[in-house]
């Protein structure tokens, strides 16, 4: 192994609407009769001796033991599904059997208003449905949203002038100052010559976002999805599609004493199911989620999906393999070797089986190679060795491309300086001494010059110094493109947190997190949020966002050598790390507990790495020359079958 050391009530509004308008916006017909969903909310209520001996017969037959409160709950989200399901008729059967409305007493006025486009009355009746407890910037959003909508449907109708008066005289007051962009864009759209060009406008400046029950079972996914437009037009349909999204972004901002937040109870059946699956330990399928669960029975996997069993070992290298990783399209495996070598593979993958080629045996390190790191495009290699010497291959061609840093050998006495080098050594000045390293983009690389004590950004094409900064002793370092973090852990005990779209700006200052101990390795979750840092018989798990300690992992044995720790599998469920014990521990990201603990290798396992397109596919690397590729045990006799020829063959034409 290698040696350790984040509404104020306004003036009567001018009229925009006489009565509950419904139609065409600006049209002087007669309002429609509102549809039979429209209606959906209107119970009459039974009386209560009906109640009364609903409840003492469902007491007889040892019916539901719900207290009243909840069964009230329970009554108005059934109601409000079956509603959104289309069963209209049945969903007023049962608020009329029940003696339970949907919504509260003035909530029903309140969506009329809404859908019918009285938007006086709506604002009106606004504090009613928000209640006591919403704050000024949650009142202010509201009266926003009824605003824009009833200033695009002005424009709409080319009443120029009424919409000019509601943007001056009630928009713009009502808007909270962070949403002084919007009202800015709502201004410009009395620019728009005519209803095609308005159309397209506020498809794209206003955006309404559909409520999904996926965005309330997984918030960090749905951070990333764009709203979803819908036309802006003034024909009657759309217009009520438009007006129903304002209505769902207003109940999320009620009381739900008054208003239930749309789809409610398929929110809350998405997050039990996502719950369950989040906490299944042995869930690691990347093709399943919980759209695809029974809501009859409890999750239950039918296999374990883990890596458990060792498919093939790789015994290519003559000496101890010090760093093994996947390539982020998860299409080769690179292992790095104290015989000076790097040897990429190329894994093939299918649904059900998975097969390995060796493709490469990379030379060209005078020295122990102790790291490997992987382009974004999964196209060029880095490679670095004990000697601080840095290498750029392209994989395709298996050539290098450049190699930086190190001290240079003296030539032979005999030898020719003409062109015989293959590449271009360039030593960054002064001579330094390169260590870990990582790529920022597909041309450029950060790599720590431990002799200078500074951190350097480099070109590959030509290993031109970009940039350097002063750094503590750096340890390791990793890239998250998602969240443009560079995270550097030092001898000091701290992670620094650089923005990697500001690096070069010298003024710019990071983030700095103080460790518990002296990191040995770093490695980050895919979405780039947390920090996985090993230090001795731990791993632990940094939130970079909150700057929080999340979680300690602990089992596995570290206390000569730099042991390496990965993070995988489906949703990044799973932690791994190697061992001085010459075992694998695998850990429950969610929990913390060990859940595996792997025997295969004959020393220390020095490095493990998950593969990001198959999350039942590890690897690991140890002290006995071997790099153990580790599956399913479903999956193990395939591969098994695949490679016990071609191993050999292709062993034996490179």
Not at 383 to 388: L, Q, W
Not at 465 to 478: C, F, G
Request: proline content about 6%; aromatic content about 4%; some cysteine.
């Amino acid at each position: 192994g290698i040696n350790a050391e984040y509404g104020t009530q306004h003036p009567k509004m001018p009229p925009l609407s006489k009565g509950k308008q419904q139609g065409k916006p600006g049209s002087n017909k007669d309002p429609k009769r509102p549809s039979k969903r429209a209606r959906s909310h209107e119970s009459p209520k039974a009386s209560s001796s009906d109640n009364e001996m609903d409840d003492a017969a469902s007491e007889e037959r040892g019916g539901s033991s719900l207290s009243s409160e909840r069964r009230a709950e329970l009554i108005r989200l059934m109601v409000q599904s079956m509603n959104e399901l289309g069963y209209s008729r049945s969903a007023r059967s049962l608020e009329s059997e029940a003696g339970i409305s949907m919504h509260g007493a003035h909530a029903a006025e309140f969506c009329d208003h809404v859908r019918n486009g009285a938007w006086t009355e709506a604002v009106d009746a606004l504090p009613l449905v928000l209640g006591d407890a919403a704050s000024a910037q949650t009142r202010g959003e509201s009266e926003l949203l009824i605003f824009e909508q009833a200033c695009v449907e002005l424009l709409a109708a080319r009443r120029i002038v009424d919409a000019l008066a509601l943007l001056q005289e009630r928009l713009t007051p009502a808007a909270p100052p962070s949403h002084a962009d919007r009202v800015h864009r709502i201004a410009t759209l009395v620019l728009c010559v005519d209803e095609s060009e308005l159309c397209a406008r506020v498809a794209v400046e206003l955006p309404l976002p559909l409520p999904r029950a996926a965005d309330a079972a997984d918030p960090d996914a749905a951070a990333d999805v764009e709203a979803e437009p819908l036309p802006c037009t003034s024909s009657f349909a759309t217009v009520l599609e438009r007006r129903m999204l304002v209505l769902a972004q207003l109940s999320e901002r009620a009381a739900p004493a008054a208003l239930l937040p749309p789809r409610r109870l398929e929110t809350l059946l998405a997050q039990a199911t996502q719950w369950q699956l989040d906490h299944c330990t042995l869930h690691n399928d990347a093709h399943s989620d919980f759209t695809q669960e029974s809501l009859l029975v409890d999750h239950r996997c039918e296999q374990n999906r883990l890596p458990s069993c060792v498919a093939v070992s790789l015994e290519q290298h003559h000496d101890e393999v010090w760093h093994v990783a996947f390539s982020p399209d998860g299409a080769r495996l690179a292992s790095a070797s104290k015989d000076t070598t790097v040897i990429v593979w190329s894994v093939v993958h299918g649904r059900a089986k998975h097969t390995l080629r060796h493709r490469h045996t990379l030379r060209g390190h005078r020295d122990a190679v102790a790291f490997v790191a992987w382009s974004a495009d999964s196209r060029r290699l880095l490679s670095v060795a004990n000697n601080g010497e840095v290498a750029v291959w392209d994989v395709d061609s298996g050539k290098q491309l450049g190699l930086y840093g190190g001290v240079p050998p003296p030539p032979p006495p005999d030898a020719d300086d003409s062109d015989n080098a293959p590449v271009r050594r360039l030593v960054p000045p002064p001579q330094a001494t390169l260590g870990a390293c990582c790529w920022l983009d597909t041309e450029r690389f950060v790599v720590c010059d431990t002799s200078n004590q500074v951190i350097r950004v480099m070109r590959a094409s030509d290993g031109r110094v970009l940039m350097s900064r002063s750094s503590a002793r750096v340890v390791d370092m990793a890239v998250s493109a998602v969240r443009h973090r560079l995270v550097v852990a030092t001898q000091t005990s701290q992670l620094i947190v650089y923005d990697t779209r500001t690096l070069e700006d010298a003024t710019a200052v990071p983030v700095s997190i103080a460790e518990r101990a002296v990191p040995t390795s770093l490695s980050l979750a895919p979405d780039g949020r947390a920090a996985f840092v090993s230090v001795p018989h731990e791993v632990h798990e940094w939130d970079l966002d909150s700057r929080r300690l999340v979680r300690v992992f602990r089992g596995q044995r570290q206390t000569r050598f730099v042991i390496r720790t990965c993070v995988g599998g489906a949703r990044a469920a799973f932690v791994a790390s190697g061992s001085e014990d010459s075992h694998i521990y695998v850990w429950r990201r969610s929990s913390g507990a060990v859940i595996a603990r792997l025997a295969g290798h004959d020393g220390v396992v020095n490095a493990v790495a998950w593969n990001s397109a198959a999350p039942d596919m590890l690897a690991s690397a140890g002290d006995d020359h071997t790099v153990k590729v580790w599956l399913a045990a479903d999956g193990c006799a395939e591969l098994r079958g695949s490679l016990k020829r071609r191993v050999k063959v292709d062993s034996a034409t490179n």
